[in-house]
């Protein structure tokens, strides 16, 4: 479980918003990096279940991946998770989207979710981020940051997936593009030297996407 990796992002909705954000799909996935966007139709919006490579045998078994008909889920402290195989899709976009650089899990109780996620994945804990009232834990699961946020907002009582930052190689020309009327005007980033933008909601991804510049 060392090398779990995250795979797929499986989320409800339709492609078509994600087409205008500036994603190509094939038979309703679409390619950001190493990582797989799958759109399902019949799924509510937002971030239904997370796809992880290389977990065991035992995590292969409960959350198996049906690509006609979606994840067969297990869970990680409420969230769900299935086990995927690393995809082989070759997919361009318009968006110059470089990889995933994050995706973000809410929960209620940071130290129980981290357990959970280190107890799933064999993924450490690389470090906990005090900023009061949030307080932030990271793992890093292949080339993506699995980012779980403890908030007072947080009003559900597990875990749950919340949305995602995508990096692109020319963050100002992507905004320039899109317009502003999809995307928000680009801002310094807690990361030094980056900076990063928030795609608006009226664009109907159904969860909170933004983009960072590389």
Same mark, same amino acid.
């Given at each position: 479980?060392?090398?779990? +990796? @995250?795979?797929? #992002?499986? &989320?409800?909705?339709?492609?078509?918003?994600?087409? =205008?954000?500036?994603?190509?799909?094939?038979?309703?996935?679409?390619?950001?990096?190493? *990582?797989? #966007? +799958? &759109?399902? %139709?019949?799924?509510?919006?937002? @971030?239904?279940?997370?796809?992880?490579?290389?977990?065991?045998?035992?995590?292969?078994?409960?959350?198996?991946? !049906?690509?006609?008909?979606?994840? =067969?889920?297990? $869970?990680?402290?409420?969230?769900?998770?299935?086990? /995927?195989?690393?995809?082989?899709?070759?997919?361009?976009?318009?968006? !110059?989207?470089?990889?995933? !650089?994050?995706?973000?899990? $809410?929960?209620? !109780?940071?130290?129980?979710? /981290?357990?959970?996620?280190?107890?799933?994945?064999?993924? %450490? #804990?690389?470090?906990?981020?005090?900023?009061? %009232?949030? +307080?932030?834990?990271?793992?890093?699961?292949?080339?993506?940051?699995?980012?779980? *946020?403890?908030?007072?907002? &947080?009003?559900?009582?597990?875990?749950?997936?919340?949305?995602? *930052?995508?990096?692109?190689?020319?963050?100002?020309?992507?905004?320039?593009?899109?317009?502003?009327?999809? $995307?928000?005007?680009?801002?310094?980033? *807690?990361?030094?030297?980056?900076?990063?933008?928030?795609? +608006?909601?009226? #664009?109907?991804?159904?969860?909170?996407?933004?983009? $960072?510049?590389?």
């Amino acid at each position: 479980m060392p090398n779990a +990796r @995250i795979a797929e #992002l499986v &989320v409800g909705g339709t492609t078509e918003p994600w087409q =205008r954000l500036g994603l190509e799909f094939v038979d309703n996935s679409a390619l950001i990096g190493t *990582v797989r #966007l +799958r &759109v399902i %139709p019949f799924l509510n919006p937002g @971030i239904q279940s997370v796809g992880i490579a290389g977990l065991d045998e035992h995590d292969h078994n409960e959350g198996a991946c !049906d690509h006609d008909h979606g994840p =067969r889920p297990s $869970m990680v402290h409420g969230a769900p998770i299935h086990h /995927c195989e690393p995809t082989d899709l070759v997919v361009s976009n318009t968006l !110059d989207a470089r990889l995933i !650089d994050h995706v973000v899990l $809410m929960t209620p !109780d940071l130290e129980r979710t /981290c357990e959970a996620v280190a107890a799933v994945t064999g993924a %450490p #804990l690389k470090r906990i981020r005090e900023a009061p %009232p949030v +307080r932030q834990g990271f793992f890093r699961l292949g080339e993506v940051i699995l980012e779980v *946020v403890q908030s007072p907002q &947080v009003q559900h009582p597990a875990a749950k997936w919340w949305g995602l *930052v995508i990096t692109v190689g020319n963050l100002d020309t992507v905004c320039a593009s899109l317009g502003p009327e999809v $995307m928000g005007p680009p801002k310094a980033a *807690v990361q030094p030297g980056r900076f990063i933008a928030t795609v +608006r909601a009226e #664009l109907g991804l159904g969860i909170p996407v933004a983009l $960072m510049s590389a």
